[in-house]
């Protein structure tokens, strides 16, 4: 099971928003609604943020969201802020009952 | 509000084995689902394979498969990853997780160093 293809960086400053792609298969994230995202700072487990592609657990802020079109997923982060700096990976059920993570993505806010 | 805590970290010689231990506590052991996920330095998140205590039944990625056993202790809410034949790149941090096709909460890492 390959990783799934993340963008290894994306930047953005203060207020704006950024969006941060996840493609994979239709034997992975097109083929099911189980595309989950994760939040990681340095030297700290990882923190979900959203499920099931575009639900926020409880005390998740708004501003982060998931959606899917075909095999690409997506997260978007609105009015990014400092402390939203971090890794982020994307995860997908897949067609062999497994589960695959992107190759994560390093969010830098200017 | 379920916590796992995990067991500390290792230093092992190449080709010994490993076990680490991940301890849950709040929810019904029994009934979810736990995962392991290592991360080597500097590199991405790698879903090992996972355990259904109730089941008594695992399952493994592919890469890991003749590799790695995952148990659970149902009396002590405890699941456990045993990876043998041990070599430089398993120098990682490994995480447990409670799945449903996610993983939350995480268990707060065991970083295990293979090192002659």
């Known amino acids: 099971q390959s990783a799934l293809t993340q963008p290894a960086s994306v930047s953005g400053s203060p207020g704006q928003s950024i969006t941060i792609s996840c493609t994979g298969t239709?034997?992975?994230?097109?083929?099911?609604?189980?595309v989950s995202w994760y939040q990681q700072h340095p030297g700290k487990a990882p923190k979900l943020m959203i499920y099931?592609?575009?639900n926020r657990p409880s005390g998740v802020s708004n501003r982060f969201s998931g959606s899917k079109s075909g095999n690409t997923a997506s997260l978007t982060i609105s009015g990014l802020q400092a402390e939203d700096e971090a890794d982020y990976y994307c995860?997908?059920?897949?067609?062999?009952?497994?589960?695959?993570f992107g190759t994560g993505t390093k969010v830098t806010v200017l | 509000q379920v916590q796992l805590v995990q067991s500390g970290a290792e230093v092992k010689k190449p080709g010994s084995s490993v076990k680490v231990s991940c301890k849950a506590s709040?929810?019904?052991?029994?009934?979810?689902?736990i995962s392991w996920v290592r991360q080597a330095p500097g590199q991405g998140l790698e879903w090992m394979g996972r355990?259904?205590?109730?089941?008594?039944?695992?399952n493994y990625a592919q890469k890991f498969q003749g590799r790695v056993t995952i148990t659970a202790d149902k009396s002590t809410s405890t699941a456990y990853m045993e990876l043998s034949s041990l070599r430089s790149e398993d120098t990682a941090v490994y995480y447990c997780?409670?799945?449903?096709?996610?993983?939350?909460?995480w268990g707060q890492g065991t970083l295990v160093t293979v090192s002659s």
């Open positions: 997780a409670r799945e449903g096709y996610w993983f939350d909460p």
């Open positions: 709040g929810g019904t052991f029994s009934s979810y689902t």
């Open positions: 355990i259904i205590p109730i089941l008594g039944i695992a």
């Open positions: 239709s034997s992975d994230v097109g083929g099911y609604n189980y």
């Open positions: 099931d592609v575009s």
């Open positions: 995860s997908s059920y897949t067609s062999s009952s497994t589960l695959v």
